[in-house]
């Protein structure tokens, strides 16, 4: 079955811009979680979504957000977008059970000017 | 900081050689997950094992758990030039299954 897909892969904003990722979940697989890697403070959890529901979050500003929908795919949000929000950003879906892998996408290289 | 760390940070051998690398993290885990990453593309998952397992196998690799000591290891063993990447340990923590806390990673490069 297919795995996740994420889009876009690459993006380029500018500072103070807002910026939109969409991450598609292996089918059947309701959670979906996000991640920000950086070369200095490595991989770090953003949030996590099961039916529709923000389940788990990190600590990051309120400028990030993000959303499921009624098909599992999922969204976030960064506004206000400043330079050292540029990253590598990770989605993985699990399925809900407790032990269960998490699989992730390719990843959105998102780069602010 | 809650994240795990792994050691080496990086690690260069030659191909057929077996390669090994170390996490620790702080507090307890439902499990702990192993993966690869190449060249700051997607993680792929290698393997998971769980709190109440010691090791557990998967081909070439072979992973410890030793929850007494909050750490763990994996080995890859006859190793290849494709298996250059960075890797990285996650845990899972009771009540957050779906929140992996990530190692800081150890890069292995295996020189043909």
């Known amino acids: 079955k297919a795995g996740v897909t994420q889009t876009p892969r690459y993006l380029i904003k500018t500072r103070g811009q807002q910026v939109t990722l969409s991450c598609s979940p292996i089918?059947?697989?309701?959670?979906v979680s996000w991640y920000q890697q950086t070369p200095g403070q490595g991989l770090q959890f953003l949030f996590e979504?099961?039916?529709?529901?923000?389940?788990n979050k990190g600590n990051f500003p309120g400028r990030f957000s993000g959303r499921q929908f009624s098909n599992s795919r999922s969204e976030m949000n960064v506004s206000t977008l400043e330079l050292g929000d540029s990253a590598l950003y990770l989605c993985?879906?699990?399925?809900?059970?407790?032990?269960?892998?998490?699989?992730f996408g390719q990843g959105t290289r998102l780069t602010v000017v | 900081s809650q994240q795990g760390e792994e050691d080496p940070q990086a690690l260069s051998i030659q191909e057929g050689e077996n390669a090994t690398m170390n996490c620790s993290y702080k507090?307890?885990?439902?499990?702990l997950q192993w993966y690869r990453q190449n060249s700051g593309r997607g993680l792929v998952h290698l393997i998971l094992?769980?709190?109440?397992?010691r090791e557990k196998h998967s081909g070439r690799l072979r992973v410890t758990l030793d929850t007494s000591k909050k750490s763990s290891s994996l080995l890859i063993t006859a190793s290849r030039a494709a298996d250059t990447a960075s890797y990285f340990c996650?845990?899972?923590?009771?009540?957050?299954?779906?929140?992996?806390?990530f190692g800081t990673g150890t890069l292995l490069a295996v020189q043909p």
């Open positions: 993985a879906s699990s399925a809900n059970r407790v032990d269960t892998e998490a699989f």
């Open positions: 089918s059947g697989h309701r959670s």
């Open positions: 979504y099961f039916s529709e529901t923000q389940r």
């Open positions: 507090t307890s885990i439902n499990n």
């Open positions: 094992i769980r709190s109440n397992e």
């Open positions: 996650a845990t899972a923590y009771r009540g957050a299954t779906n929140k992996l806390i």
